[in-house]
């Protein structure tokens, strides 16, 4: 009679599966990966662009994703964001991709606190 616990093993993990006892998180692909936090995706952002997306995320899907963690860094710590936006280290974006972005964000942001008409 076979074993069928022959086929579980600790040390082999399917690409769809986490690595037990790690802190992986699911991505795009359907596989997992470690998560990237914010300072980590702003970089990536400078550095990489969003241009045409990759094959797992469609270049919309990036603009927000890396917009919102942009917003977010913004607001835990202005200066640092700005600083990595200055840094000039590989930074593939042009000079105006993340300014356009803010500028955007910061006018909806804009129109949300502006008082209702009554």
């Not at 860094?73 to 600083?83: E, F, H, I």
């Not at 840094?87 to 972005?101: A, K, N, Y």
Request: glycine share 8%.
């Amino acid at each position: 009679m076979p074993n069928p616990l022959r086929r579980f093993s600790t040390r082999l993990t399917a690409q769809s599966d986490p690595i037990r006892g790690s802190d992986q998180v699911a991505n795009s692909a359907g596989g997992h990966a470690w998560a990237v936090d914010d300072w980590s995706r702003l970089r990536r952002f400078l550095i990489l662009g969003v241009d045409g997306g990759s094959y797992y995320a469609t270049e919309h899907q990036l603009v927000k994703e890396n917009a919102d963690a942009v917003l977010r860094c913004l607001a835990v710590d202005g200066a640092r964001t700005v600083m990595q936006r200055t840094q000039p280290e590989g930074v593939r974006s042009g000079p105006g991709d993340l300014d356009r972005t803010l500028d955007a964000h910061l006018r909806v942001w804009e129109r949300s606190m502006r008082p209702r008409a009554t």
